[in-house]
Structure formats: C-alpha cells, structure tokens
C-alpha cells in the first residue's frame, strides 16, 4: 500500500493539468509508505508522451531528501492522452525497484485516474494507494 495525503493529490492533479499538453513529473519523499513531501519537477523531454527528469534539479532533490532524514519513495507522472498505467516507455525507464511509480491519466480532464505501481524487472504490479484525508 501507498499513502498520499488528499493535498499532495491535489497538487500532482493541479500540476498535471498546468503542464498538459505535455507531461508532468516529480519525486515523493517520506518514510516507510508514507508520502510526506512531493517534488515538482522539470520535463526537460517537454513531450505529450514522455518525461525525463533536469539531472541537476534531481540530484539537488536527492541531497535535501536525505539531510530532511526522508527516503525518496515514489515517482509521479501523467499520461494527457492515455489510461493510468505504465507505457512501454516507462517500464524501460523504470530504475528504481522498490519506488512507487504514481501515474495520473488526464485522458478525462474532468475525472483524472491515479494509480500506483511497482516495476521490477519489467514485471509491473499495481499497488493500493490509500488516499488520506477523504
């Protein structure tokens, strides 16, 4: 299981929707399975259909994760034109093992999907995300 607070939810959504047409992306950082911090973070790709994280606005992300004692325990991203789960694209990227990869679909702006899942391996397996403050 995966825990977002209802806030952070809104924040991915409302960033997600900001910077359609192309995707959306960021870090969440907590501790155990508890998401107590979400990065925003630049699309360098600046595609409808791909992402790909600033190398140096990663790292700097990374070093303040760390001296805040917090793990980085997911990425998120949005798919503007296709169903919330993991692309081909995504599974190939997927460097992370015991990350959570949070994907928001705004395939209908009006009801945005968010799902999570692990990718190991290439093997995708969805995960509860329990959403908190509902």
Known sequence: MFILK???????????KKESPNEACGILAGRGNKVQK?????????SPSAYF????????????????????LG???SHVASPARPSTHDIEL??????AYVIVS?????????????????????????????
Request: hydrophobic fraction near 35%.
């Open 94 to 99: 997927a460097l992370y093992p015991e990350a």
């Open 38 to 46: 979400v990065y925003k973070m630049t699309n360098t790709d600046r």
């Open 75 to 77: 990425i998120y991203h």
């Open 6 to 16: 209802k806030e952070f939810l809104e924040e991915i959504i409302a960033q997600s």
């Open 106 to 134: 705004l395939q209908d702006q009006n009801n945005p999907v968010v799902r999570s899942f692990k990718i190991k391996e290439g093997k995708v397996t969805e995960e509860q995300l329990k959403i908190e403050g509902e």
């Open 53 to 72: 994280m600033d190398a140096k606005e990663q790292f700097k992300v990374t070093k303040e994760i760390r001296s805040l004692g917090l793990e980085m």
